[in-house]
């Protein structure tokens, strides 16, 4: 506990020296978090993350969270130094979709707006009419299907059938999956409802539909951490990674968290309720980017590059989201 301690105190000393601001999604170490919030930089979802990235003024931006975090910030700031704690953070939704194959399918469907998910790598967003984040992606594609539009979605299939039920929009699904929300089971959530009778159900959207169609509120983990703060409710049954509790439960602390059922327990399943890319984000590597930030070392293993070009036409899918967010 000592260490830790020294570590965030060493931690803030460079983010000041450096001139660094440090932006942290809700399922990093919890520590993460805190010192994000701690120094002026930021915690949050991916919406707020980008836009928060791209409006401060700092010159060098840690990302503490997944990949394609970083990507965005880059896009939305070529001129500012993203860095990450590990760059191999990535995520199965951006796995699961590479460039090439997805161009190809955007081909075959000419007819379709193309609205792809912030969770996918720079070249994908580059050939996508949207970028959009789980807070905001069902009121852009209701707006799209207002304009008569049929949709080509990518990559998270649950999102996507999700979004899809809600607002009637034609659309033809990708088939991709978190593979931390994948694990969430309806039949075991349904059990514990029952054990909780009074307990409200708060789920990310990325979860099989079966677990979605026993939420109370779904939503992005801003939203949910909302709903957590102003449902009139003592317990909840939380149904996303287990990063969120660290806020969740510093916003409500007089209620009571408990994380829905998954397929296996923490012995057997590794990505049960906790992403192993935003685990590899922690106090060490990030002391250790700040230490040595000068050095030419860190730009080799831990800056995030976007080619420009590619950037280029990136910028525009995402832009749209964040004007029609404002
Ligand atoms: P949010 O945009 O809701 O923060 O989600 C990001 C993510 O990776 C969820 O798994
Ligand atoms: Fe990707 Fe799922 Fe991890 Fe979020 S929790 S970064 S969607 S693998």
Not at 72 to 91: F, G, Q, V
Request: net charge negative; charged share 25%; hydrophobic share 45%.
């Amino acid at each position: 506990a000592e260490q830790r301690v020294e570590l965030k105190e060493r931690i803030k000393r460079l983010l000041k020296e450096k001139q660094a601001v440090l932006v942290s999604h809700y399922y990093v170490d919890a520590d993460l978090q805190d010192l994000a919030e701690e120094t002026g930089g930021c915690v949050s979802d991916s919406l707020e993350m980008a836009r928060f990235g791209r409006d401060h003024p700092a010159k060098t931006l840690i990302v503490a969270g997944v990949r394609f975090m970083g990507e965005t910030a880059k896009i939305l700031s070529p001129e500012k130094r993203i860095l990450m704690p590990d760059l191999d953070a990535t995520c199965s939704l951006d796995l699961g979709c590479p460039a090439d194959e997805f161009t190809a399918f955007c081909d075959q469907h000419p007819d379709r707006t193309v609205v792809v998910y912030a969770n996918t790598s720079a070249a994908v967003k580059a050939r996508a009419d949207w970028m959009v984040t789980s807070s905001i992606g069902l009121e852009i594609v209701k707006h799209l299907h207002e304009q008569g539009k049929k949709i080509l979605w990518a990559p998270d299939k649950h999102l996507g059938s999700y979004i899809q039920k809600q607002t009637g929009a034609d659309m033809l699904l990708w088939q991709g999956s978190c593979l931390v929300h994948d694990e969430f089971k309806g039949v075991e959530l349904d059990l514990l409802k029952a054990q909780y009778p009074d307990a409200k159900v708060l789920v990310h959207p990325e979860s099989p539909a079966n677990v979605v169609a026993l939420a109370d509120v779904v939503g992005s983990t801003t939203q949910i951490i909302n709903a957590a703060v102003t449902m009139d409710a003592d317990t909840f049954i939380v149904a996303t990674d287990n990063g969120i509790l660290h806020k969740m439960q510093a916003a409500a602390p007089n209620k009571r968290f408990i994380v829905a059922p998954t397929a296996g327990n923490s012995a057997t399943c590794k990505s049960c309720a906790h992403c192993p890319w935003m685990a590899m984000n922690g106090l060490q590597n990030l002391a250790d980017l700040l230490e040595n930030i000068d050095s030419p070392a860190i730009s080799a293993a831990n800056e995030v590059f976007v080619d420009a070009e590619v950037g280029k036409q990136a910028v525009t899918s995402i832009t749209r989201m964040l004007d029609f967010a404002a």
